[in-house]
């Protein structure tokens, strides 16, 4: 029995949880796992409601959790960053999730914005460190509203925090067997101290997997790579900040935020899914958004759990469905179905 905690957060957060929950039980259902949730109502109603971000003792309980389902946190009402910082980034950061992981897949029947570009040709993923880099919100700010006012955030990368990400990357080549080649994303030419840390310990532990190809961008020209040539990539590495806008292009060349999910990873500990949009206010309770992201993300969370057979089950409905012409769009209120026809369409090619 896995228990499996859930913050369907804000904005359309719960339309699309409630969906991607649909789908996972029709996957328990035909694969005979079992499973029960433990729903948080964190995120930013509760916030103005009681000020309170995310509790500890609701943080020592996740500790205890097989797996975390998160559906988005932001709200319009709350000054940005109290919510990404307060109960996104601290799940991140105090389970250890120090892998963000995402693929970027462009599926059959997915219209991309690249022409001449075919499902064979986007089928990569983007390995994101996690728990360092500019996100510790290390920093300060001297003579503020002055004309002489600086702002310093600092950029944190640790030999220990490097070297697992790069290591999980190398084994994550591996094991999919595609191209073996994986892609260090840096800005070593100018982040002299930083990534000139990646860049050795990227081919240090390199030398323990020579059937990996070590491959190497800058990241503006990997930005280039990926519209022009995405057939290139198998997996790519990089740090906190260049993984979180680089997979916002990933998204777009797969089809969109509709399609693009991601996963919190911690290897040794509790991991967390997610689609990569956000909360989308203006679409709040219209039911017009697209589950199918964070579908996906319910996919990822059961290979996490080693469900294989219930995760391939998810994977092979949301193919049929993209194919199926029902679909008639990805984008919100472009569908031609509810986000809840969509989470049924799904979930009934499994059952
Ligand atoms: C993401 C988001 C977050 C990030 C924000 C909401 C803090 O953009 O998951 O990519 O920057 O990591
Ligand atoms: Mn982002």
New binding site residues.
């Given amino acids: 029995m896995y228990k499996i905690g859930v913050i369907p957060g804000d904005g359309v957060g719960p339309e699309v949880i409630r969906e991607g929950l649909k789908v996972i039980d029709a996957a328990s259902k035909k694969a005979g796992f079992k499973y029960e949730t433990v729903t948080y109502d964190f995120g930013g109603e509760r916030y103005l409601k009681t000020g309170e971000v995310l509790p500890d003792s609701a943080l020592e309980e996740m500790k205890q959790l097989d797996a975390i389902y998160l559906g988005a946190?932001?709200h319009p009402q709350v000054k940005p960053g109290i919510l990404?910082k307060g109960l996104?980034?601290r799940v991140r950061f105090e389970l250890d999730q120090y892998i963000n992981l995402r693929p970027v897949i462009l599926y059959p029947g997915v219209p991309t914005p690249l022409k001449d570009k075919k499902p064979e040709d986007i089928d990569f993923v983007v390995v994101r460190e996690n728990t360092e880099g500019l996100?510790l919100g290390i920093g300060r700010v001297t003579k503020k509203d002055s004309p002489e006012e600086v702002a310093v955030q600092e950029m944190v990368n640790t030999r220990k925090g490097v070297e697992r990400c790069i290591r999980y990357a190398f084994e994550l080549t591996k094991k999919r067997k595609k191209k073996m080649r994986l892609t260090l994303v840096d800005k070593a030419n100018v982040l002299t101290f930083a990534h000139d840390l990646w860049q050795r310990v990227f081919y240090k532990v390199g030398e323990e997997y020579p059937d990996v190809e070590k491959d190497h961008a800058y990241v503006d020209a990997c930005c280039m790579w990926f519209v022009k040539n995405p057939e290139w990539f198998d997996t790519i590495v990089t740090c906190n900040m260049f993984g979180?806008i680089i997979?916002d292009l990933g998204a777009m060349i797969q089809g969109g935020m509709g399609v693009a999910a991601?996963g919190n990873i911690n290897p040794e500990g509790v991991s967390m899914f997610e689609p990569?949009h956000?909360s989308a206010p203006k679409y709040t309770g219209k039911n017009v958004i697209n589950p199918i992201a964070t579908i996906v993300a319910g996919q990822m969370l059961l290979e996490n759990l080693g469900e294989e057979a219930g995760a391939k089950l998810i994977d092979g409905a949301v193919r049929k469905a993209l194919v199926s012409g029902k679909i008639k769009g990805l984008s919100a209120g472009k569908m031609g179905l509810s986000t809840s026809e969509v989470g049924s369409l799904i979930a009934n090619y499994i059952s």
């Fill in positions: 946190v932001g990404e996104l980034l996100y979180d997979t991601g990569i956000g």
